[in-house]
């Protein structure tokens, strides 16, 4: 069965995709401002019934620190966009999108860039039609590129098929993927992202081992590799920053700069009086072409 499919053949959104836009929303109604993020809008799309505050996933423990990496995370991914647009960038695409809400909720950044959004055809077609329902247009700045990963479908050839244009520089964003593939598979795309335009550059987060978290971090990592594995999608590829780093510059980038959940907090969260900041577990590279 298609991810995000029915045996009915009605679509639903990939589970992941639900918990993460519910982490972002509750950020705004449980941490105090200044917010690092809003969206709502997510919330609306997952339209999850009055009670999703009291799921499970949203009251694990450590759940506070992964809210914070989960919104700080797209927060920085839509700083970059916005610092490379202003420097010329004119393409955006976004590897795994899920709910993501940047197009609605940034009109006025989305607008000036071709914003891609890939992701599995099933919980594409959900989204799309969920938008709809919201009231929210497919603007014309905007394409949803559904890609069928398990049939053996090549991101890369349904991206140029749809408009994109691999000889002018992009940002391209990779969030909360690479632990679910294998190493074969981050390694492929590596590749294939650094073979584009110069002046292109890839935004990914990866996982470390345990072995190099405190206590209280891996208790809440070993929680998350519990529950994706009994959700079927275990976490299979796990990096340290020196791994991953080297891993792009092998793959042909000129520079792979490794950005730490302290780089984040410093960035998002200083002097917050109740404490909030994302544990020091999902890490960013940010790799230039």
Do not use: C
């Amino acid at each position: 069965m298609a991810d995000g499919q029915h045996l009915s053949g009605k679509y639903e959104p990939d589970h992941t995709a639900v918990r993460v836009a519910l982490w972002r929303a509750l950020h705004a109604q449980a941490d105090a401002p200044p917010h690092v993020l809003n969206d709502e809008i997510g919330l609306k799309l997952a339209d999850p019934g009055q009670n999703w505050r009291e799921r499970g996933d949203m009251t694990m423990p450590g759940i506070s620190g992964v809210r914070a990496s989960i919104v700080a995370r797209a927060r920085f991914i839509e700083d970059l966009v916005a610092e490379r647009a202003d420097a010329g960038v004119a393409q955006y695409v976004i590897l795994g999108a899920g709910l993501d809400t940047f197009a609605q909720r940034r009109p006025e950044l989305g607008s000036r860039l071709r914003v891609f959004e890939i992701d599995q055809p099933g919980t594409q077609a959900w989204k799309r039609q969920r938008l709809t329902e919201l009231g929210y247009d497919i603007p014309s700045w905007l394409t949803l590129v559904p890609v069928d990963f398990e049939a053996g479908d090549s991101w890369t050839e349904r991206l140029t098929a749809a408009g994109f244009d691999p000889q002018k520089p992009t940002v391209i964003a990779s969030t909360g993927v690479s632990m679910y593939l294998t190493h074969e598979a981050n390694t492929a795309t590596l590749h294939q992202v650094a073979a584009l335009a110069p002046g292109s550059v890839f935004a990914t987060t990866f996982l470390p081992p345990l072995d190099m978290l405190d206590p209280d971090e891996r208790q809440v990592q070993e929680f998350s590799m519990r529950n994706a594995a009994a959700s079927g999608t275990p976490f299979i590829s796990l990096y340290s920053p020196d791994e991953m780093r080297q891993a792009a510059l092998e793959a042909g980038f000129t520079k792979a700069e490794h950005i730490s959940p302290d780089d984040l907090a410093a960035r998002y969260f200083a002097n917050r009086p109740d404490g909030l900041r994302p544990p020091r577990a999902e890490q960013f590279l940010v790799a230039e072409v």
